[in-house]
């Protein structure tokens, strides 16, 4: 195990390219609780700030040996981390015109007939995305959604840890987004 303060940045990088777990471990116990309360100062959002520097610290460890820091590793970490927020907020603001436009759209009014129909052929795309689901992630998600179980109780029926829900939860998500948007876009 190595010593959070015996080594270097510049030390940890090396070791980091080179696959030592340590060194990474390291590099995330020294930075996560800083680059944490910067992400959650501008996202004001406890999970969207932690899940953030998961995927972030997910990426250093996949990606380490590309690794190219040309200044110091905090510099490195809190630019990933400001263009990382940058992403979730632009992403947040097209959420938002979106669900504006459908608000718009749905106050004045359009046909209830055609409305009907659209809204039956999405629910039978969004039930063939899911049965299109891993079997496992399947099951957690329907107890999630249709069942409307919290992340622990599915952990308790499912003897699974509550992170594992929530990841395979997430993930459901991810892949049900892609899958329907890909089905939308073919349907029109």
């Given amino acids: 195990m190595l010593a959070d303060t015996a ?3 510049v030390e940890l990088i090396s ?5 030592n ?3 990474y471990t390291v590099v995330y116990n020294r930075y996560f609780e800083e680059l944490y309360l910067h992400a959650y100062n501008r996202l004001r959002d406890k999970e969207e700030a932690q899940d953030l520097l998961h995927e972030l610290f997910a990426t250093i460890w996949n990606k380490r040996a590309e690794l190219q820091i040309k200044s110091s590793l905090a510099a490195y970490l809190y630019t990933a981390v400001r263009n990382r927020v940058m992403d979730v907020i632009a992403h947040q603001q097209v959420e ?3 669900i504006s436009s459908l608000q718009y759209f749905m106050s004045h009014g359009y ?3 055609d409305h009907q129909v659209r809204e039956r052929q999405l629910a039978a795309l969004i039930e063939k995305g899911i049965k299109d689901l891993p ?3 399947r099951e957690i998600f329907e107890l999630s959604r249709k069942h409307e179980m919290s992340h622990k109780e599915i952990a308790v029926q499912l003897n699974l840890s509550e992170q594992t829900v929530r990841t395979q939860v997430k ?3 991810k892949i049900l987004r892609v899958r329907l948007g890909m089905m939308l876009v073919l349907s029109l």
């Fill in 21 to 23: 777990a340590a060194a």
């Fill in 7 to 9: 080594l270097s940045d």
């Fill in 15 to 19: 070791l980091l390219k080179q696959g």
């Fill in 111 to 113: 046909c209830v007939t």
């Fill in 171 to 173: 993930n459901a998500l």
């Fill in 135 to 137: 079997p496992k992630m």
């Fill in 96 to 98: 938002t015109k979106y």
